[in-house]
C-alpha cells in the first residue's frame, strides 16, 4: 500500500488472493465480451518509487520474489489470461541491468518458460521516465525484441510512435532485430483480433 502508483489499486497485498481475485476479474471481463491484461508483470506493488518519475527497484531475493511477486501472475496465467503488460522496474536478483520490459530472463525465462504464458506481451508505456531517463530511445525496439516484446505502447506523442516504428524499420533492415521474431509477433496480435471479433459478435 506504500506504493506511490499502485496503492490501494492492487487486489491484496498477500499473493495467494491477489491471484484468487485476479482469476474472478478475469472471469468477470471475459464475460462481457473484453480481454483483460494482466499487468504489471513481474508486479509494481513492491517498490515506494512511481515508475511515471523514475526507475523502481525491487531487492528481494529469488526466492521471495517467486513466493510474493509471481504468486498472482502463475494464477491468472493458468487461467488463461492471454495479455500481459510489463513493468517498468528492476528486480535485482533476476536481471540488475534492464527493467522487466526489456529483459530477456524474465520475459522469456521466467514468463514464458517457468509460468507457460504463450499470449502476447506488451509494454506499459514507454514515455513514462523510468524508461526515458535510463534507456535510450533508438535502443527500444532492439531490447523490446530480444526480451521478446510483442506490442509497445506509446500513449500520447504520435511522432514518438512513427519513430518507434521507422527505428525497428531500420534494425531489421540492419539486421539489428531478427525478422522472424517480428513476424511471430505480429502473427499473435492479427490472432488475437480476429478473437476480439468473434467474441464481439458473439454478444451482439
Not at 51 to 80: C, M, W
Not at 137 to 148: D, K, V
Not at 178 to 183: G, R, S, T
Amino acid at each position: 500500500l506504500a506504493n506511490p502508483i499502485i496503492g490501494t489499486r492492487a487486489l491484496s497485498d498477500i499473493p495467494e488472493w491477489a491471484g484468487r481475485m485476479g482469476k474472478a476479474v478475469i472471469a468477470g471481463i471475459q464475460e462481457t465480451g473484453v480481454f483483460p491484461v494482466g499487468k504489471h508483470f513481474p508486479g509494481h506493488g513492491d517498490t515506494d518509487r512511481d515508475s511515471h518519475l523514475e526507475l523502481p527497484y525491487v531487492n528481494r531475493d529469488a526466492d521471495l520474489l517467486e513466493k510474493i511477486e509471481l504468486e498472482p501472475f502463475v494464477q491468472t496465467v493458468s487461467h488463461g489470461v492471454q495479455v500481459i503488460m510489463t513493468a517498468h522496474v528492476i528486480y535485482s536478483a533476476w536481471d540488475d541491468q534492464l527493467p522487466a520490459t526489456f529483459s530477456p530472463f524474465i520475459l522469456k525465462n521466467i514468463l514464458r518458460e517457468k509460468l507457460g504464458f504463450d499470449g502476447f506481451v506488451i509494454t506499459d508505456d514507454l514515455e513514462m521516465k523510468a524508461v526515458g531517463e535510463n534507456i535510450p530511445f533508438e535502443s527500444i525496439p532492439r531490447l523490446g525484441s530480444i526480451a521478446g516484446v510483442d506490442l509497445y505502447l506509446i500513449c500520447h506523442d504520435r511522432k514518438k510512435t512513427l519513430s518507434l516504428q521507422n527505428q525497428m524499420i531500420q534494425d531489421i533492415e540492419k539486421g539489428h532485430i531478427d525478422k522472424e521474431q517480428i513476424k511471430l509477433s505480429v502473427q499473435k496480435i492479427i490472432d488475437f483480433k480476429k478473437q476480439i471479433r468473434v467474441s464481439s459478435h458473439g454478444k451482439e
